[in-house]
């Protein structure tokens, strides 16, 4: 079967012993669901792997592992929320680790519950003289593996990266947000730390006869946030816990509460596959969730296990 599968590369045809054979991409790689194997614990009634487990409590379980190692080894369709900021176009480099971005959604994709959301945090890299694309890359990879692209939200900064000459300050990221299908789980925020509310802005909305009709959204029933975001970021700004500057590229803990609450429910299980200091499951906490985060290095691990150790103060869920 292998050989079949391996046979199938541009190279194959006709040589002189018969059949020539290339190695296939992560991408193509057919998706060999692992068995269970090795030991297993029971945490919140889910059976799961017991290897390199770093940090465990009631809410939160962290593997201190590659993801790819660990994703196939969950259980199907048991993810509410996967939220996740991989590391992109190399541009800062955690431990040599090099990852096929592009091979991630086929292994999210089975352990996905129907209707669950991804939120994927991504930007791009300048490199000679061109943004690399790899956001876009991503996105078609999540859609041609089978997943919604349902909303292309704007995760904006207060802060710039990489001042050039010769073209406009980078101050954004994507945050796609793709779907397992029709989302099961959207809880408008309702609001007002960002400034692109509608309340008290004309709206028009045009007609199938062409005619346009609008009015002034003035009750607060008419809130509805737009999905551009923005956020205050840097030295405790993104979050008010010094140590977690340690990381060097953590996302805002309101962003992780925003899209928490939006796209998930009280004791869900959410699943962030590139843990770094542990925001997604601090704010998972927080807002009482579950949360399963996966991180290569152990000094991000320890990181968060500090983080998730000290007092959080649970919102109102
Ligand atoms: C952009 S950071 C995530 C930051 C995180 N959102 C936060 O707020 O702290 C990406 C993280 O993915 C980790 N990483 C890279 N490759 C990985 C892999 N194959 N498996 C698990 N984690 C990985 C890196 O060490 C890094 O900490």
């Given at each position: 079967m292998l050989r079949m599968w391996l046979r199938?590369?541009?190279?194959s045809g006709s040589g002189e012993r018969g059949v020539f054979y290339r190695t296939l991409s992560y991408m193509e790689m057919p998706r060999v669901r692992a068995r269970p194997h090795g030991g297993r614990l029971n945490w919140n009634g889910l059976e799961l792997p017991d290897k390199n487990v770093y940090f465990k409590d009631e809410d939160s379980l962290i593997y201190c592992a590659d993801c790819r190692d660990i994703l196939p080894l969950l259980r199907d369709k048991s993810i509410d929320l996967v939220m996740a900021s991989p590391p992109y176009?190399?541009?800062?480099?955690?431990?040599g680790y090099s990852l096929d971005?592009?091979?991630?959604p086929r292994l999210l994709l089975p352990i996905m519950l129907d209707g669950a959301c991804c939120v994927w945090i991504v930007g791009d890299q300048v490199i000679n003289g061109s943004e690399t694309g790899s956001s876009f890359r991503q996105a078609l990879a999540f859609l041609d593996s089978g997943f919604s692209l349902h909303d292309t939200m704007i995760y904006a900064k207060d802060a710039f990266r990489f001042p050039e000459s010769g073209r406009y300050l980078q101050q954004f990221e994507y945050m796609f947000v793709f779907s397992n299908g029709k989302p099961k789980t959207f809880n408008p925020i309702n609001q007002k730390?960002?400034?692109?509310?509608?309340?008290g802005k004309y709206m028009a909305q045009r007609q199938r006869d062409g005619t346009l009709v609008g009015k002034v959204y003035?009750?607060?029933?008419d809130f509805q946030l737009g999905n551009i975001w923005f956020y205050d970021v840097g030295y405790m700004k993104s979050?008010?816990?010094?140590?977690?500057?340690?990381?060097p590229a953590i996302f805002p803990e309101l962003l992780a509460d925003d899209h928490i609450n939006s796209w998930s429910n009280p004791n869900d299980l959410i699943l962030d596959p590139f843990l770094g200091s542990g925001t997604t499951a601090y704010c998972a906490k927080k807002l009482g969730r579950k949360c399963i985060g996966i991180e290569i290095e152990e000094k991000y691990c320890e990181i968060a296990k500090k983080r998730l150790s000290q007092s959080v103060m649970r919102l109102d869920v």
């Open positions: 199938n590369g541009a190279l176009d190399d541009l800062r480099t955690y431990g971005i592009l091979g991630m730390h960002k400034n692109n509310y509608v309340k003035s009750s607060s029933n979050s008010k816990i010094d140590y977690v500057f340690e990381h």
